[in-house]
């Protein structure tokens, strides 16, 4: 599976960014699948996962929307109310083994491939 992110930009505080990830292969709907972020300095942390049902880190709830379109292979991350604190490099990543992902949907080790990544920056 190819992922390849786009939709990131410059956007003030507040405003609204959608990311997307489209995927190559012809499996997608059997892949979970989330969006990770990483900010200069820190760790690579999660953000929003779906497969059937969805979660999110608890900084994005009510602010953020994931969301899929099998038919497209393509997976969305709706970005409401930016904050600064929103930086990073966004990155999505498909979860082939789906019992690994449900236990644990948070933990990056559960998933198998990953895009390259594409920047969101929020001015304040």
């Known amino acids: 599976v190819q992922l390849q992110a786009s939709g990131g930009g410059l956007v003030q505080a507040g405003g609204s960014l959608r990311l997307s990830c489209a995927a190559s292969?012809?499996?997608?709907?059997?892949?979970?699948m989330g969006w990770f972020r990483q900010a200069p300095g820190k760790e690579r942390e999660f953000v929003a996962a779906t497969f059937g049902g969805t979660h999110y880190a608890d900084s994005v709830k009510a602010r953020f929307t994931i969301s899929r379109d099998n038919a497209k292979n393509t997976v969305y991350l709706q970005m409401n109310v930016l904050k600064p604190e929103d930086t990073a490099v966004y990155y999505c990543?498909?979860?082939?083994?789906?019992?690994?992902?449900?236990?644990?949907?948070?933990?990056?080790?559960?998933?198998?491939?990953w895009g390259k990544g594409t920047q969101v920056t929020v001015s304040s």
């Open positions: 990543a498909a979860a082939a083994n789906v019992r690994a992902f449900i236990a644990n949907p948070h933990h990056a080790g559960n998933y198998d491939y």
């Open positions: 292969g012809r499996t997608f709907s059997s892949y979970a």
